[in-house]
């Protein structure tokens, strides 16, 4: 099947650092989404990319669709408390309604 | 306010017992998800509908089964609960047109004991 890694699997950082994520595929993908799962809530869709080499930004967020289409960043500058949660990279295949996610980084901010 | 709900928000069962978790959404959302959340794994998607009476088989679907009667449901029934479908389950929903967007409920948490 086709592999999906997301790294770091847990990060912790001091409040105002950037920070930054990653996920990459053995595959080509037609879209990147990155969503943040809060502490006992479901996830919410915060960035969606669909061509390769576009970069998005979001407020203090930033992602980016790799030129190879295998693979995505995020960025988040200036971290502040309530980025604490699970950030996951997820992605479409041609033609499917369907996400598949990846593992998921799990960010503390220390204050 | 349109929303999607899960009910119960937490279940203790015995092995063997049928279970079914309910998923409701306000937003007239032709696509509905089931995905089930355990350490390590991420999420990973159980079953799906793109509309009524449409259901399909996910990634981790052995044990599950889903019926589409109408557009805002979509319950989960588990067969015959065994230990490893102990996990935090996740419905979502999503529109024809922004079908990436997938809004999701606030999750249930099974035991199986």
């Known amino acids: 099947g086709q592999q999906l890694n997301q790294s770091p699997q847990s990060m912790f950082i001091q409040e105002g650092e950037d920070v930054s994520m990653n996920c990459t595929s053995s595959s080509i993908f037609n879209t990147w989404l990155w969503y943040k799962q809060d502490p006992g809530e479901g996830p919410v869709l915060l960035i969606a990319l669909y061509k390769a080499g576009e970069l998005t930004s979001n407020g203090r967020l930033t992602a980016q669709f790799g030129i190879t289409r295998k693979d995505s960043f995020l960025n988040i500058s200036a971290s502040i408390p309530s980025d604490v949660g699970i950030y996951f990279c997820?992605?479409?295949?041609?033609?499917?309604?369907?996400?598949?996610f990846g593992k998921g980084t799990k960010l503390s901010v220390i204050p | 306010d349109a929303e999607i709900t899960q009910s119960p928000r937490h279940k203790i069962t015995e092995t063997g017992r049928q279970v079914t978790l309910a998923c409701h959404q306000t937003w007239n959302h032709n696509n509905m998800f089931w995905y089930r959340q355990d350490l390590g794994h991420g999420l990973r998607l159980i079953h799906y509908?793109?509309?009524?009476?449409?259901?399909n088989k996910g990634e981790v679907s052995d044990g599950y089964s889903v019926s589409r009667s109408n557009t805002e449901d979509l319950p989960l029934t588990l067969e015959s609960a065994a230990s490893s479908q102990t996990s935090v389950y996740f419905c979502?929903?999503?529109?024809?047109?922004?079908?990436?967007?997938?809004?999701f409920g606030p999750g249930t948490r099974l035991t199986v004991t």
């Open positions: 997820a992605y479409s295949g041609a033609g499917s309604y369907q996400l598949t």
């Open positions: 509908s793109y509309g009524v009476q449409d259901t």
């Open positions: 979502a929903s999503s529109e024809a047109g922004r079908w990436y967007e997938q809004y």
